[in-house]
C-alpha cells in the first residue's frame, strides 16, 4: 500500500492505520442503516475482520484511506479505498461516510474530489471509476458533482431489499480532470 496523506478544506485523507480500527469504526460497517446500499450489509464485521482487510492493503498498488475531518469534535467520520490496476492505469474508488454526525454536509464529496485530485493528478492515473446501485441517490450526486460521466450500466445486476436494481458505473479521465482543474478542485485560479 502506497497511500499518502491528501489534505482538503475540510478534511484529511489519511493512510488507514490500527489507530482506525476502533469499536466505532467496526460499528458503522455492522450499522445496517450505513451499508445500506454496500454489500457489507451482508457480512458481520468484528475487530479481527477489519484487520485482516487493512492488511490485505500491505504489498499492493491499492490505496486506503481514513477521513478524518479537522474539526476534532467529529475526528475520523469514513474511508475510501482506490484498488489500482496499474496494467491499464485504473482506480476503482469506493467511500464510506460512517459518522451519522458527518452525513449530508458534503464531505463525502469534498473526500471524492480530493481522492481522485491525488489519483489522477499526483498517482498519475488515467482513469478512475465507481459504481453505485441506482438507488443510492447520496453516491450518485457525489458521483455527478464530481464530474463523473456515464460508464456503463449493469441492468438488474443485485438484489436489493427484495428488488432487482441496476447497477451504475461512472468514470473521470485524466485529461478531461486536469482541463477541469488546472489548478486542483480546491484551488480558485484567480
Known amino acids: ?15 488507514f492505520s490500527d489507530a482506525h480500527l ?29 484487520r485482516r482487510y487493512l492488511e490485505s492493503f500491505a504489498g499492493t498498488p491499492h490505496h486506503f484511506w481514513a477521513i478524518v475531518t479537522r474539526d476534532p469534535q467529529l475526528g475520523h467520520v469514513g474511508n475510501v479505498n482506490a484498488y489500482v490496476d496499474t496494467n491499464h492505469s485504473i482506480a476503482d474508488v469506493g467511500i464510506l461516510i460512517g459518522e451519522g454526525r458527518a452525513q449530508g454536509l458534503g464531505l463525502g464529496s469534498e473526500a471524492w474530489l480530493g481522492v ?3 489519483l489522477l493528478r499526483i498517482a498519475g492515473l488515467r482513469k478512475v471509476t465507481a459504481g453505485t446501485l441506482e438507488v443510492n441517490t447520496p453516491m450518485l450526486r457525489v458521483m455527478e458533482r464530481c464530474g463523473m460521466r456515464p460508464d456503463g450500466r449493469r441492468v438488474r445486476h443485485q438484489v436489493w431489499e427484495g428488488r432487482e436494481t441496476d447497477m451504475v ?22
Do not use: K
Request: negative net charge; charged residues 25%.
Open 22 to 50: 476502533t469499536e466505532r469504526y467496526v460499528g458503522w460497517l455492522n450499522d445496517p442503516g450505513v451499508t445500506r446500499y454496500s454489500d457489507n450489509r451482508f457480512r458481520q464485521h468484528t475487530m479481527e475482520s477489519c
Open 169 to 190: 458505473h461512472g468514470a473521470l479521465f485524466r485529461d478531461d480532470w486536469l482541463a477541469r482543474y488546472p489548478y486542483g478542485p480546491f484551488t480558485d485560479p484567480s
Open 1 to 15: 500500500m502506497i497511500s499518502t496523506l491528501i489534505e482538503m478544506p475540510r478534511l484529511r485523507a489519511v493512510p
Open 116 to 118: 481522485c485530485d491525488f
